[in-house]
């Protein structure tokens, strides 16, 4: 038995050795690495196009702010709108006194037109 036993070890190293050879397992190796380096890859490019995307749409959002900004800056504050306001109801109440004096004077023209109504027809 122990002259067996080295011939026995080699046998057993040589196997090891020359069984993922013929095995192939390797090259299942190497295909299933190819195919995850592939699919990372894929990845980062819809990564790096997707970050395009977002750049592109925030750019975008970024002008539209730009000119509402400039859009509302031409607008009238608060303080603005209230004198308006306050100056608008003034005028409001002005315009309801002439309203008043101007009754008196709309009823002499409505009787002097009937007046010469009368005068031409009778």
Do not use: C
């Given at each position: ?6 011939w ?18 390797s090259?299942?190796i ?6 995850i ?5 894929h ?7 997707r970050t395009?995307?977002v750049?592109a ?6 002008d ?7 859009e ?5 504050d ?17 315009v309801?006194g002439?309203s008043?004096r101007v009754?008196?004077?709309?009823a ?15």
């Amino acid at each position: 038995m122990n002259d067996w036993a080295p011939w026995v070890a080699i046998a057993i190293a040589a196997a090891s050795f020359l069984y993922p050879i013929f095995n192939g397992r390797s090259k299942k190796i190497d295909a299933r690495l190819a195919s995850i380096e592939e699919t990372q890859k894929h990845d980062r490019e819809q990564a790096l196009l997707r970050t395009v995307a977002v750049q592109a749409e925030t750019a975008a959002v970024r002008d539209r702010v730009t000119k509402l900004e400039t859009e509302v800056e031409h607008l009238p504050d608060k303080d603005v709108t209230h004198r308006l306001e306050m100056l608008l109801a003034g005028v409001q109440t002005e315009v309801r006194g002439l309203s008043e004096r101007v009754k008196p004077i709309a009823a002499m023209a409505d009787r002097i037109q009937e007046a010469m109504v009368d005068k031409v027809m009778g």
